[in-house]
Every structure is written in C-alpha cells, then in structure tokens.
C-alpha cells in the first residue's frame, strides 16, 4: 500500500490555497476543496504514472492538473511524496522542487 506523504513546501502550499478560498468566509468551501485536493494525491499514489513526466523541473517529479492547480510529486516505493500544489496562473519558472 502506498503512502501518501506531503514535504514542507506542499503543506504550506495546501495552507495558502485554504486560505485564499476561507478569505471570502467560505470555511466549509476551504475544507472541502483541500479534502478533494487529498483525495486526487491518495488516487495518484494508486496510480502514480497517471501524471505527467517533468524531467524538466527534476529527474523523478511527475505532475497532474486539478482544476487551477498543479499537483507535483515523485513516488519513492511504498511512498508518493507530494512536492509542491502550484496555482496555474503562477510562474513556472519561480517553481522551486525541494525535498
């Protein structure tokens, strides 16, 4: 059974993304999306190769669209490390991939 596992970098991600949603006062909304983001992240630690190969940002980082963002990660074993959760509209250039 895979794990899902999420690097710093992807929780403060998660944490910006409920924050932009909760600032119109739409808790639940918030709480719901991040749910939904998860559940995407536990589907591809099932089927990891359903991403995208980005050997362009890092050997091994894979991506998959959901909605307006960008779910990055690379699968290690039993492990799917989420790296980064990127909004569409935000530069790919400024994408930093830290473990």
């Given at each position: 059974m895979t794990v899902v596992q999420y690097q710093a970098a992807a929780e403060t991600d998660l944490v910006e993304i409920w924050l932009q949603i909760a600032?119109?006062?739409d808790y639940n909304h918030a709480d719901e999306y991040i749910s939904r983001?998860?559940?995407i992240c536990v589907l591809l630690a099932g089927q990891p190769g359903m991403g995208v190969d980005r050997q362009d940002i890092?050997?091994?980082v894979r991506s998959f669209p959901v909605d307006r963002y960008v779910v990055y990660y690379e699968q290690h074993g039993p492990v799917l490390s989420v790296l980064r959760?990127?909004?569409t509209?935000?530069?790919p250039e400024t994408l930093s991939i830290a473990e």
């Open positions: 600032g119109d006062g983001l998860k559940e890092a050997m091994g959760v990127w909004h509209a935000r530069d």
